[in-house]
């Protein structure tokens, strides 16, 4: 089992930048995969990003592409999400979640654990 702390949430202007951190608890993390997702008000969790076991394989919505960066320091239990160029249409909590399966990384379904998320208000 492992447990999901998200951090670095915040209020940014547009065109900004935040650093979203997701530390895990447990021995096993590099067992995981991780993604981070996003719920607006009165929308869907959505998929932005996922990175594989060892950080070499990054997936990205189309949406973030070019803008947020994926990364995963296995010694630290971390996986981070560098958000720029923010705009409003990021506004959103911000989730992280851990997937012990193998299904798709842009699917909710394929996470077993989620942290409690951290709100992230981009404002022009």
């Known amino acids: 089992q492992v447990q999901l702390v998200e951090s670095g949430g915040g209020l940014v202007q547009a065109g900004g930048s935040l650093r979203l951190s997701c530390e895990a608890s447990g021995r096993t993390f590099s067992s995981y995969r991780v993604g981070w997702f996003r719920q607006a008000p009165g929308k869907e969790r959505e998929f932005v990003a996922g990175v594989d076991w060892s950080g070499g394989n990054t997936y990205y919505a189309d949406s973030v592409k070019g803008r947020f960066t994926i990364d995963r320091a296995n010694a630290k239990n971390t996986v981070s999400l560098q958000m720029n160029a923010l705009n409003p249409e990021d506004t959103a909590v911000y989730y992280c979640?851990?997937?012990?399966?193998?299904?798709?990384?842009?699917?909710?379904?394929?996470?077993?654990?989620w942290g409690q998320g951290t709100q992230v208000t981009v404002y022009s």
């Open positions: 979640g851990a997937a012990n399966s193998w299904g798709p990384l842009y699917n909710k379904r394929t996470y077993a654990y």
